[in-house]
């Protein structure tokens, strides 16, 4: 465990998997003097601060006294934007505040302008993360090698966003910068549609089959145990992007089908080269 190296209370709203991993990877590489997690679940806060994953923790954000000067918001997409306009209402002027949340336009645009101008967000979104939840599978190499987007509005002040981008590259993070809209369009692609292949792949196996599911049908499943109640508002947030790409997932299926009704071995083989290829460059 590292010394902290500066004066930032960290303040992590939501302490699962991805909000303890950033409290372990804070404190493991000591760019926090204290770490401040809030929730809803005093038993789960206090269980979390026996675990040494934070410092002290708040069930209300207006009872304790907001010292913190840099904020994670790490609950689900839904309630993000509220909990950001909230927590700013109490927050010290000169607090940065961001979020780990992976749809980012209708965040950025829900928050909008904080009061006053002295409180500042900027979006984020770290590209890692689990089937699992809560802090109990934190991780504090989570972020390592991992790209986080940071998704600043067009008047987001300059200082904010280089904030941001130094907190996550002290956690191990490769920053990318982007726009938010472009973002979403990016992570239907990357994530979002292939939660929902993987959940449909899943749901067509019968009770009699699972015996026989072997390494394959598991490895392309694996991200279908998360938590519905996350990814319900992720798909409900980034819905038109979502639309998008699943109707470029049906096309392709469809190729599949056609070759195969067919019996076309050249356009199989094609299709299948087509999707080995893509896998290779990763």
Same mark, same amino acid.
């Given at each position: 465990?590292? &010394?902290? *190296? ?10 699962? !998997?991805?909000?303890?991993? $950033?409290?372990?990877?804070?404190? &493991?590489?000591? +760019? ?15 269980? &979390?601060?026996? @675990?040494?994953?934070? /410092? ?5 954000v207006r009872t304790g006294e907001a010292d913190w000067n840099f904020v994670v918001v790490g609950t689900p997409v839904d309630?993000i934007a509220t909990d950001v306009r909230s927590i700013a209402a109490v927050s010290r002027p000169g607090t940065i505040i961001?979020?780990?949340?992976? $749809? ?13 101008? =002295? ?21 504090? /190499?989570?972020? $390592?090698?991992?790209?986080? +987007? ?6 987001? =002040? ?21 726009? @938010?809209? %472009?973002?979403?369009?990016?992570? %239907? ?7 929902? @292949? ?15 599911? %072997? ?20 798909? !409900? ?5 979502? !639309? ?6 049906? /096309? ?6 056609? @070759?195969?009704?067919?019996? /076309? ?11 080995? *290829?893509?896998?290779? %460059?990763?």
């Amino acid at each position: 465990m590292s &010394a902290p *190296t500066h004066d930032r209370v960290l303040a992590i709203m939501g302490v699962g !998997l991805l909000g303890g991993s $950033v409290a372990a990877a804070a404190r &493991a590489r000591g +760019v926090a003097s204290r770490i401040i997690g809030i929730g809803r679940n005093a038993d789960r806060l206090k269980s &979390a601060v026996d @675990a040494g994953i934070i /410092d002290a923790y708040l069930t209300d954000v207006r009872t304790g006294e907001a010292d913190w000067n840099f904020v994670v918001v790490g609950t689900p997409v839904d309630q993000i934007a509220t909990d950001v306009r909230s927590i700013a209402a109490v927050s010290r002027p000169g607090t940065i505040i961001t979020d780990v949340g992976s $749809v980012k336009a209708p965040i950025c645009r829900d928050v909008g302008h904080l009061p006053d101008g =002295q409180v500042h967000f900027v979006g984020s979104h770290p590209m890692a993360g689990s089937e699992k939840r809560g802090y109990e599978a934190s991780r504090a /190499d989570l972020f $390592v090698g991992r790209v986080t +987007v940071v998704t600043p509005n067009t008047d987001t =002040q300059a200082s904010a966003v280089d904030s941001v981008r130094r907190f996550w590259e002290s956690l191990g993070s490769l920053v990318v910068t982007m726009n @938010a809209e %472009a973002h979403d369009r990016a992570v %239907a692609t990357t994530s979002h549609v292939p939660h929902v @292949a993987a959940a449909a792949v899943a749901s067509i196996l019968k009770p009699e089959q699972r015996q026989l599911a %072997a390494t394959g049908f598991r490895d392309t499943t694996r991200i279908a145990s998360g938590d519905p109640e996350i990814w319900v508002p992720i798909l !409900l947030g980034n819905s038109a992007a979502v !639309l998008a790409g699943l109707s470029e997932l049906t /096309d392709s299926l469809q190729s599949f089908k056609k @070759a195969l009704q067919e019996g /076309d071995a050249e356009r199989l083989r094609d299709l299948l080269q087509n999707g080995k *290829t893509s896998r290779d %460059a990763l």
